[in-house]
């Protein structure tokens, strides 16, 4: 799982509960990283913030949908911002308001065919 947030606890928070269920975790925390990693590491599914320095999570996830090696990649959209018609509008396969729950966050990944 690729977990994407400029917030160093948050980062570590996800990490906590996607290790306690057995996944696998690489991190990143800007824009750029994160498109790269995309791409390098094609991981069984990605966890993005929107609100980003530089480029925000939005630009990030109309990249992600929008590149052949990246489309087929879910993404789970994680913000404090209510915005989920507009992330599932734009190909996010998931969304969770934070603060995202440890529950909340495997259900999602069960649900996308994880365990």
């Known amino acids: 799982i690729l977990v994407v947030d400029d917030n160093e606890d948050v980062l570590q928070l996800f990490q906590r509960y996607l290790y306690q269920h057995h996944y696998r975790v690489v991190t ?3 824009s750029a990283e994160a498109i790269r990693l995309a791409r390098e590491l094609q991981p069984y599914a990605i966890t993005l ?13 109309q990249t992600l949908t929008n590149q052949p090696q990246t489309q087929h990649i879910p993404v789970i959209v994680c913000t404090v911002l209510s915005a989920k018609e507009l ?3 734009l ?11 440890e529950e909340a966050l495997i259900s999602v990944l069960e649900a996308l065919g994880g365990k």
Do not use: H, N, R
């Open 28 to 30: 990143a925390q800007s």
């Open 49 to 61: 913030d929107l609100m980003m320095p530089e480029q925000d999570g939005w630009d990030v996830l």
């Open 91 to 101: 190909g996010a396969a998931a969304f969770l308001e934070k603060p995202v729950t």
């Open 87 to 89: 992330a599932l509008s």
